[in-house]
């Protein structure tokens, strides 16, 4: 991601110094305003992938317990069956 506070005092100080003149700093400050927001969408865009891809690797967490849970109790299952039909 850029650093805009650089070219935020750069614009500043040309403005001080008359080399740009007051509509040229309000043009070039609103678009480092556009690309902060453009650069924000894309923060925001990259944090729900990443959300998305932390939600989907809990729920396959969640997928494999259950699937270990029920074949533990298959087999407890299987176990009870056997020494009940032994009887």
Known sequence: MRDFSDELIHLAGNLDDGTTSP??????LHA??????????????????????????HLTALRRGLAVSILLNVILLAVVVAIIGGR
């Open 32 to 57: 480092i305003a556009k690309d902060l927001q453009s650069e924000k969408n894309w923060a925001d865009e990259y944090f729900r992938k990443w959300q998305s891809a932390q939600q989907s690797v």
């Open 23 to 28: 509509s040229q700093a309000y043009d070039d």
